[in-house]
């Protein structure tokens, strides 16, 4: 599964607690067995887990652990460590050729993710999210909290608009976030981080516009999304095909026609807690030498 693009990412993602190694190990492991040219690839994980060395089993070539620090304030934020990591990662690239990817401990890679590599003029590569949630509707007037939002990215009006892969809604631009590429060198990691940490201690935008619970669950994805439109042209953000960070945990609420059926049409997927048991699996075809592979952990 070789291709034509040389090693020039780094996979960045996080642990918390020991339940998840075995997902970073799959993870890991499938980037270093399907992954063709961007298979060595470095691997950042980011240990936010209060277990010392939790990730030390793990240790091969091209990987770094690091610890993470997570804001005492920032608690109650489930997504607090993606957003704290990212910024810590773009912190610490040296070499700002490489693009930075971050990858979600419940996604596989399954075929090259070498459209996450970004080439000028794009500087981003995100998917559209795959169902409105709490995004702000094209054809609505924003509510208070993305008007907020808006207001600390200095935007009125978002520039564009995406549709949203599984209830297919015109939205505001408002991108999935279990996989996404950013080019260091613009900064966009750190002033997420800033911009997320000010939403979260402001006590009155808590009280009101964010005080539905999906409203505080999805505020980093809110916050991002806004930025990237902000500081962003839309020629700037490659838009990753459906084959990218496809929602395999949604298979059965996708519209027939948008529904992949074969593991090796997929380059990466998002599983969230479904079991991918190949003896088990009855609405994806898993074939070799995916089937071999997944039955390794599920003996």
């Not at 070789?2 to 993602?13: E, H």
């Not at 887990?49 to 304030?73: Q, R, V």
């Amino acid at each position: 599964m070789k291709d034509d693009y040389s090693p020039c990412v780094l996979f960045v993602t996080t642990v918390s607690e020991k339940e998840q190694v075995k997902l970073i190990q799959m993870l890991i492991d499938s980037i270093r067995t399907f992954g063709g040219s961007l298979q060595d690839s470095e691997i950042w994980i980011f240990d936010s887990s209060s277990h010392a060395d939790l990730c030390g089993s793990m240790a091969a070539s091209n990987l770094k652990t690091f610890p993470l620090k997570i804001d005492s304030f920032l608690e109650g934020f489930p997504f607090a460590g993606k957003v704290t990591a990212c910024a810590r990662a773009e912190e610490k690239i040296e070499d700002q050729h490489l693009t930075l990817v971050w990858i979600s401990q419940d996604c596989l890679v399954v075929n090259p993710p070498q459209r996450h590599i970004l080439f000028p003029p794009h500087r981003a590569a995100f998917r559209p999210v795959h169902i409105q949630n709490v995004g702000s509707r094209w054809d609505e007037p924003m509510d208070e909290y993305w008007k907020e939002i808006y207001h600390s990215v200095e935007m009125e009006e978002a520039p564009y608009s995406i549709e949203s892969y599984l209830d297919r809604v015109k939205l505001r631009p408002y991108f999935n976030t279990h996989t996404f590429s950013v080019d260091p060198a613009a900064g966009l990691m750190k002033r997420w981080l800033d911009l997320f940490q000010h939403f979260v201690q402001d006590p009155d935008f808590q009280a009101g516009p964010c005080e539905d619970v999906r409203k505080k669950i999805f505020l980093h994805q809110a916050v991002l999304s806004a930025l990237v439109a902000s500081e962003l042209n839309s020629e700037e953000i490659f838009h990753l095909s459906p084959h990218y960070s496809y929602p395999y945990n949604l298979q059965a609420d996708l519209p027939e026609q948008r529904r992949i059926r074969d593991l090796k049409d997929l380059v990466s997927f998002t599983w969230e807690g479904r079991r991918l048991d190949p003896h088990q699996v009855e609405d994806m075809h898993i074939g070799e030498p995916y089937r071999s592979w997944l039955e390794k952990y599920h003996r």
